[in-house]
């Protein structure tokens, strides 16, 4: 058996951002060193939130946010100021939370000219990342710094859901989601491929609401399916899972403590 994600568990969400805010620092470290930037991508839900916890105590200087490129793992077709756009979550939870006359990262929204025709919109975020990651050499997948992803009660990771054709595109950086189960149904997403292509994964997941969830995803077989356990297993030891002690409570899988 290859390696397996690291399932971190802390008695609080101050303990876990705590932790993570570590995490982030260090993957920010290397991002630097390999080539001078720090590109990121980030999903939605309670993870800003959870994020700006974390990153927004660090001491002056240590995260360096003028090298930071913040992309969206995906985002629903709506406009950038909609309660539903993850930038929106972003933006309000951390960006504007940053000292105005600091340094700021470059940030990274969909283009909303487009919100009308939705491969037109995953395939302009597709081109971006092109821009981004491929302006010198072709590549076959963009290879981020660092992912930043929730997990959703049924498994979901992105906008990747369980059971859902999508999960077997192996060609697209982006995609288009016309039917997702969770409103809105219209939305974008990064691809499986490019997700577990990271070289670092985080998950954060908090609270009883998630146990179930997580008890499925790595105590049982099925689970292992799921879009969540899918990355597990393609990523390996490159996940790291940090969660609170009511999210892993009768999880079996060996955990870290804090």
């Known amino acids: 058996m290859g390696k397996q994600a690291m399932l971190y568990s802390f008695p609080d969400v101050g303990a ?8 982030v620092l260090s993957a920010q470290a290397d991002g630097l060193k390999r080539h001078g930037v720090f590109k990121v991508a ?13 990153l927004l105590p660090a001491k002056a200087g240590a995260i360096q946010w003028d090298h930071w ?10 406009p950038l100021d909609d309660d539903d756009s993850n930038y929106k979550l972003v933006k ?9 006359d600091g340094p700021q990262p470059t940030v990274h929204p969909i283009a909303v000219e487009h919100l009308d025709d939705l491969q037109e919109l995953a395939d302009s975020y597709e081109q971006m990342l092109v821009r981004s990651f491929a302006a010198k050499d072709s590549i ?14 049924d498994g ?19 995609a288009p989601v016309d039917d997702s189960p969770k409103p809105p149904a219209q939305r974008i997403t990064l691809t499986l491929p490019v997700v577990t292509h990271s070289l670092r994964i985080a998950f954060v997941a908090t609270g009883p609401g998630k146990k179930d969830i997580l008890q ?4 049982s077989e099925d689970g292992q399916g799921l879009p969540s356990g899918l990355v597990n297993a393609a990523a390996g030891d490159r996940v790291s899972w940090f969660t609170d002690r009511a999210a892993v409570d009768g999880v079996a899988y060996p955990k870290k403590t804090s």
């Open 92 to 100: 309000r939870d951390l960006l504007d939370r940053l000292p105005a």
């Open 69 to 78: 490129e913040i992309f969206f793992a995906d985002e629903r077709a709506v």
């Open 216 to 219: 499925q995803i790595f105590d």
């Open 16 to 23: 876990l951002a705590d932790a993570l805010r570590e995490y």
């Open 42 to 54: 980030v999903s939605g839900g309670s993870l800003p939130k959870t994020l700006a916890q974390a």
């Open 156 to 174: 979901h990771t992105c906008s990747l859901f369980p059971n859902h054709p999508l999960l077997r595109e192996t060609d697209a950086w982006v």
């Open 140 to 153: 076959r997948m963009p290879m981020f710094d660092l992912m930043l992803l929730g997990c959703g009660p």
